[in-house]
T-cell receptor, first 111, second 116 residues
Framework: DAKTTQPNSMESNEEEPVHLPCNHS???????IHWYRQLPSQGPEYVIH???SNVNNRMASLAIAEDRKSSTLILHRATLRDAAVYYC????????????FGTGTRLQVTL | NAGVMQNPRHLVRRRGQEARLRCSPM?????VYWYRQLPEEGLKFMVY????????ESGMPKERFSAEFPKEGPSILRIQQVVRGDSAAYFC??????????????FGSGTRLTVV
């Protein structure tokens, strides 16, 4: 599996935008970029995914670099409920397959 | 539309007993994945199953652990002769059949196993 690199932790103020970076320099053309988050004492939650183009949904936006070697998850207005560990995962598009979680970025949101 | 259901939420077992963890995937999902999360650690893949088939068990310990996903009923993760090191949160995820580009996985709330 191609590897991703994320900062261990980040802090944000409530109601400010948050940009969570992810490097994936060995990404292949068939890898989708997936983001999940895990709130305390809960299971992981799907956030967003994309291949080449930027993506938006009700939770977040995903900005993908032109060379696809990095991406950024954007939370437009962080709230206290967004405090979680955020995981950037590459997923092979060929068949249904496992997700391989790294250590993720622990996001702290303060008032 | 119920999500992925795992039960029990909490399970306490004495050393040497068996633990059975259940996972009912989302309606219409035929792929199930089990993950383990040790305290203060990340999620580790254990096994991937489709109905009546084990597709990938590369993350399963070689002894004491087994998993099944029968034609009818939930997927079961079974741990025999539990030891203290098995204490962890066990999460199940499900996904539908089809183009993997179209969806994310849905996870359950997990079963927290404590071995005393």
């Amino acid at each position: 599996d191609a590897k991703t690199t994320q900062p261990n932790s980040m802090e944000s103020n409530e109601e400010e935008p948050v940009h969570l970076p992810c490097n994936h320099s060995t990404i292949s053309g068939t890898d989708y970029i997936h983001w999940y988050r895990q709130l305390p004492s809960q299971g992981p939650e799907y956030v967003i995914h994309g291949l080449t183009s930027n993506v938006n949904n009700r939770m977040a936006s995903l900005a993908i670099a032109e060379d696809r070697k990095s991406s950024t998850l954007i939370l437009h207005r962080a709230t206290l409920r967004d405090a979680a560990v955020y995981y950037c995962i590459l997923r092979y598009t060929g068949t249904a397959s496992k997700l391989t979680f790294g250590t993720g970025t622990r996001l702290q949101v303060t008032l | 539309n119920a999500g992925v259901m795992q039960n029990p939420r909490h399970l306490v077992r004495r050393r040497g007993q068996e633990a059975r963890l259940r996972c009912s995937p989302m309606k219409g999902h035929s792929h199930v994945y089990w993950y383990r999360q040790l305290p203060e650690e990340g999620l580790k893949f254990m096994v991937y199953l489709q109905k009546e088939n084990i597709i990938d068990e590369s993350g399963m310990p070689k002894e004491r652990f087994s998993a099944e996903f029968p034609k009818e009923g939930p997927s079961i993760l079974r741990i025999q002769q539990v030891v203290r090191g098995d204490s962890a949160a066990y999460f199940c995820a499900s996904s539908p059949t089809g183009r993997v580009s179209d969806y994310g996985y849905t996870f359950g709330s997990g079963t927290r196993l404590t071995v005393v």
